[in-house]
């Protein structure tokens, strides 16, 4: 195992130098209201720079420590992905080590993980959003420790997420449902409610205390003001819809494919459904659709893993064509180092990759079937 965790930090490096970094010296860049809130914020550190916008506010963590940092603030931001982007990997494995998958299937997974354009691209690309990267890192490590019934370990990821960033709290419902009904142990009712609170409690210190903006209307009701359904009018728009499914592209159709797995992997996980649905409701808040959707793939990864285990995708050879695929579909027409064309180029590969993995999953499903339904071949 020692050597594959050598491959992986290998992996590491190499995807990380392909992704590149965003220039923001670009006109198209320089604009991002995340650079900006977060460059003003980290040039401020330790003060605090009241004209960010809100929301981004009160995302005080890496911003900070970004501008203690004894380098340029572009530095700083980079290196501190740098540094998130070779924890993430190995996190990510543990988790599903926690969660029962083999070995090899554990392996496989982390590398189509690395492999995703907005798992793990995207973030590390865009290295001033890292608290992107910081925020799965603590998905993952809080569902590791609830597995583990460590509340005092839930409470602390909680407490830190939020100051990273509040999207932590959508862990909240699924750990209770966790307990409530798939758990169903008594003891551990009241100690997952008494550990969200201290989280809650920094949400709501952070939104009272801190002005951005301007210095009128400050507080709490002033702070939740940006927390509303997005203008652009999401829910109708079937771009909207292609990018739920572009954010886990090639791989997106396969619990489809094995939909009866699937149903019965969320019967005995109904918290991971109810996960699932908060972050996939969460899209419709803001613009950028497939960072908001990303945060599932900790569910999403398991339920691949034990597709691929009871189905035995275990095959060399077809797990490197899926993972080829996979490493088809990253290049963008705007994002990393290599650039495809234009967007046409981005989603023919997106769509013929998503087909062809599709179609070959549902292969293996029918000749699966055969086999069972023939147990003399």
Known sequence: MKNRYLFIFIITAVMVVYYGRIDITHAQFSDIPDIQNYRQMALASPGFDDTVSRNFGYRILLPYIAGLMPFDVDMSFYIITLIMSFILPFVFLRYLKVYGLKEDTVFYLTILFIAGRYTFGFPVWDFYDVHDLLTHILILLFLIKLKQNNFFTMSAVLALGVLNRETILFLVPAAVLYYYIVKDKKPYRMKIIYSVLPAFFIFAILRSLIVTESATGSGMLYSFGRLHFDESNKLFNPITYYRIINTFIPLTFIPLVFWSTTKDFFKKNI????????????????????????????????????????????????????????????????????????????VAVSLITLFFV?????????????????PDI
């Open 271 to 346: 918290h991971f459904l109810a996960l699932i649905l908060i972050y996939y409701a969460s899209c419709f808040l803001a613009g950028d659709t497939e960072r908001l959707i990303v945060p599932m793939f900790p569910v999403f990864f398991f339920l691949l893993g034990s597709i691929f285990e009871k189905y035995g995708f275990i095959e060399l050879k077809g797990r490197i064509i899926v993972l080829s695929a996979c490493v088809l579909s990253i290049p963008h027409h705007i994002y990393f180092r290599y650039r495809l064309p234009g967007r046409d180029w981005k």
């Open 358 to 374: 599709t179609a070959y999953f549902y292969r293996l499903k029918k000749a699966k079937n055969v086999l069972d339904s023939n």
